[in-house]
């Protein structure tokens, strides 16, 4: 099928997903008001085969040292497939299947497969990366770009990680906890039971971020917006905390917006 871009409806809710530009989500309206920053880098993205940066571009894959390509000097930044072209397996009134071959720069071959279902109150992304040959190390995330600002009042951003992993001057984790800060950050946080956040745009809207998984960066140093991404494994990730991906046992990971107006 094409890589034309998919509109999904529900209710009052209408989501764009872009299968040409990195399989993103382009645009999520509520009652008509965009609640994703606009433009060709932002919405919310994918984040495969690894979550954020990768020192130096460089992970041990078995023995072997790769290096990807340094996109976030001087390391490699959130994944590949945010720069691919997908294609729709799938699509339907309020769901769409996309799919991206893992290809050069990454090492090994592999699947990626995303679901993007739509609810009148809530978005689900489902994403799962596979492989039919050599096993590897892997990460999945999304990078959502929440708009700031809905024409009210700024948006408030409530959670309750255990820790945060604090963060060199390289901006990677350097392996020590901390209590939680206060922010501005871009920084990355354990959550043992769960991602779970809620962005309030007050006298509008309430949007809550949910996942299985473990791990969620915030970054807030912008002014026009602000991202919570739920991801399975911090920042650096392949180096310090692997999924391994074999033909036997995939990766997967689920991430669920649920809102209601305020």
């Not at 040292?65 to 959130?78: D, E, G």
């Not at 991206?100 to 990366?129: F, N, R, Y």
């Not at 310090?240 to 033909?247: A, I, K, N, S």
Request: net charge negative; hydrophobic share 35%.
């Amino acid at each position: 099928m094409s890589d034309e871009d998919i509109t999904l409806t529900a209710g009052d809710a209408e989501v764009t997903v872009q299968p040409g530009n990195g399989g993103r989500v382009g645009g999520l309206r509520i009652g008509g008001v965009e609640l994703l920053r606009q433009g060709e880098r932002f919405g919310c993205f994918p984040m495969v085969p690894w979550c954020g940066r990768t020192r130096d571009g460089r992970f041990l894959d078995g023995a072997e040292v790769r290096q990807m390509p340094l996109n976030a000097p001087p390391h490699a930044i959130h994944g590949t497939v945010r720069d691919s072209v997908w294609r729709t397996a799938r699509t339907g009134t309020d769901e769409a299947v996309l799919t991206c071959e893992l290809v050069d720069p990454w090492p090994h071959k592999g699947l990626v497969t995303q679901i993007v279902a739509l609810t009148e109150d809530a978005l689900t992304l489902t994403m799962s990366v596979e492989t039919y040959e050599s096993s590897f190390p892997a990460q999945i995330g999304w990078h959502p770009w929440f708009n700031r600002n809905l024409g009210g009042e700024d948006v408030t951003l409530d959670f309750a990680p255990a820790w945060q992993e604090e963060r060199g001057d390289d901006h990677l984790p350097t392996g020590n906890r901390l209590d939680p800060r206060p922010g501005p950050w871009d920084d990355c946080f354990g959550m043992p039971g769960g991602v779970e956040a809620t962005l309030t745009w007050p006298g509008q809207l309430e949007l809550k971020v949910t996942s299985r998984e473990e791990w969620v960066v915030v970054y807030d140093e912008q002014r026009e917006a602000v991202c919570v991404e739920p991801q399975t494994g911090p920042p650096n990730g392949l180096n310090t905390l692997p999924h391994l991906v074999t033909p036997l046992e995939p990766l997967e990971a689920t991430t669920t917006w649920s809102w209601r107006r305020l």
